[in-house]
């Protein structure tokens, strides 16, 4: 009997999903191959988590070859899919090119940092996508703080423990809300000895935080914050970023050495390169996640433009929750062009969100009931650990530890600023160029080449020289 071969790209939310779904309908049948770039799942909802100090970056990944027995893994990032051949090219992490055929191909390989013409962004900026930007980010922070209370005079001090976060979404609410307790944490009086605290800003051009969310999520998520210190500005956007700060579109220039670019995504940019139609970067599907014109193509997640069959019209959001879920219908469908059940059509009612802002707080509406106060953060943890596939026990030890324990005020600098660049289409590897220093000094090494899919216009940050 000929196995078919099936070859899914990428195993985040969507990819994970559809190869664990796959290796029980086809046990046997069929051939499961999982190109990704690294050999694990990244649970990204909890990358605030990180990036502050509460979880160490291993809890929030789970292990392909340990939880998928089933599925061959291949490590390396696609680079080219030939639509006619069945034919997917790819290049490891050691540079090497690679060549796949598949009877079934299912794309979901996600999305990557939104980047907007703003002057300085490119190079003064990080989003926060991966764990490379989180890992960057938690040293970054930790010896701001430290530098800022050795700086020789006030102002410099004031600068190096000020925070920008442009984009009041689920990330940006996130990381600003967890941020402004780790430095609390870190700088254990409140303030510094000269009398200078750590400032927070959080800004978005919306009119409200969350603006994609339920009213009251946004305010609830507003209260909290603004009720921590963070200096919350609506209506407000980035006008240039330059190494010494972020001037503001209302003229303010605000000294920093930290802007966290977190104004939302685009759809990874392997599916521009596949010539078939796309809605706003995200390659359309039909409601049976498949592409037109090729019935043993399909595509989920952030990188799919999936019909929302309850708001005709639109397409479903880019959300961990829709992700999941697609990549179950995908491995139905998949499943049914090979003879094993019947295809379905794509539809999930929302059921509400949830939005954690650090410590004991929240915002949740699950089943459309507001929740705000610690009750909306045992549902937010709840919902996280039920959400991810594995490594739960790890996750819930680390929370009561951080519960218990005074936050662990230590960077080592091995992730540094142009390891994590903004202008990448692989957020979730860290790139090492040619001419960078490299903790690891493997940088003669011909193998440790930059992966051909990234960009390379980020320099290595003054900021980062201690
Ligand atoms: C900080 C943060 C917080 C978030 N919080 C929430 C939240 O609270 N609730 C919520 O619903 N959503 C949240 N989201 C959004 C959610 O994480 C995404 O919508 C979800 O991850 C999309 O799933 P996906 O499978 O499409 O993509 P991903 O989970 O991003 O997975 C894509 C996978 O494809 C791989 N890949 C990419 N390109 C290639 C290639 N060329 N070749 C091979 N592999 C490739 C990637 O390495 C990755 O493993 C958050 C996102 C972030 C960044």
Redesign the pocket.
């Given at each position: 009997m000929i196995r078919s071969r099936i070859v899914i790209?990428?195993?985040?939310?969507?990819?994970?999903r559809t190869a664990h779904t796959l290796s029980r309908l086809a046990r046997g049948k069929a051939g499961i191959t999982l190109?990704?770039?690294?050999d694990h799942?990244?649970h990204?909802?909890l990358?605030?988590h990180v990036a502050t100090g509460v979880l160490e970056p291993r809890r929030v990944t789970v292990s392909l070859p340990g939880t998928l027995p089933d599925v061959r893994l291949v490590l390396?990032?696609?680079?080219g899919v030939d639509l006619e051949q069945h034919k997917v090219t790819?290049t490891d992490p050691e540079g090497t090119r690679g060549e796949l055929s598949y009877d079934r191909l299912v794309l979901?390989?996600?999305?990557a940092n939104k980047l907007l013409p703003v002057p300085g962004v490119a190079e003064h900026t990080h989003g926060?996508?991966g764990l490379p930007e989180a890992l960057y980010l938690r040293d970054h922070i930790t010896r701001q703080v430290e530098l800022a209370a050795a700086a020789p005079d006030a102002e410099t001090c004031r600068a190096r423990c000020t925070f920008v976060v442009a984009g009041a979404g689920?990330?940006g609410v996130?990381?600003a809300a967890h941020g402004r307790l780790f430095t609390d944490a870190l700088v254990r009086k409140g303030a510094l000895w000269n009398g200078i605290r750590p400032r927070w800003l959080l800004l978005d051009t919306a009119d409200r935080v969350l603006p994609g969310l339920d009213e009251r999520l946004s305010a609830t998520a507003d209260r909290v914050l603004r009720g921590r210190g963070v200096d919350v500005r609506t209506g407000t956007s980035v006008k240039e970023a330059t190494p010494e700060g972020v001037l503001l579109d209302d003229g303010e220039f605000i000294g920093t050495r930290t802007l966290a670019w977190?104004v939302g995504?685009r759809p990874?940019p392997?599916v521009a390169g596949l010539g078939r139609p796309l809605e706003r970067g995200r390659l359309r599907v039909d409601p049976w996640l498949s592409v037109p014109g090729h019935p043993e193509v399909f595509a989920?997640?952030?990188?799919a433009a999936v019909p929302d069959q309850h708001h005709p019209g639109r397409y479903t959001p880019?959300?961990?929750?829709?992700?999941?879920r697609q990549?179950a219908t995908a491995a139905h469908n998949v499943a049914a062009t090979l003879g094993h059940g019947t295809r379905r059509r794509y539809r999930h009612r929302d059921l509400g969100?949830?939005?954690?802002l650090g410590g004991a707080k929240a915002a949740a509406n699950p089943l459309g009931i507001p929740l705000s106060g610690p009750l909306a953060g045992a549902v937010t943890r709840g919902h996280h650990l039920a959400a991810m596939p594995g490594n739960r026990v790890r996750v819930a030890a680390d929370w009561l530890l951080d519960a218990l324990l005074p936050r662990q005020a230590v960077q080592f600098g091995l992730v540094r600023s142009a390891t994590a660049p903004l202008d990448t289409?692989?957020p979730?590897?860290a790139r090492f160029p040619a001419a960078a220093p490299h903790p690891t000094d493997d940088r003669h090494d011909p193998h440790a080449q930059e992966p051909s899919?990234h960009r390379a216009n980020h320099r290595e940050d003054p900021h980062d020289q201690q």
């Open positions: 790209i990428g195993a985040g939310f969507a990819g994970y190109l990704n770039p690294t799942f990244l990204l909802p990358l605030p390396g990032e696609a680079d790819y979901s390989v996600g999305s926060f996508r689920h990330t996130g990381l977190c995504v990874d392997l989920c997640g952030d990188a880019m959300t961990a929750r829709h992700a999941w990549g969100s949830t939005v954690d289409a692989s979730g590897l899919r």
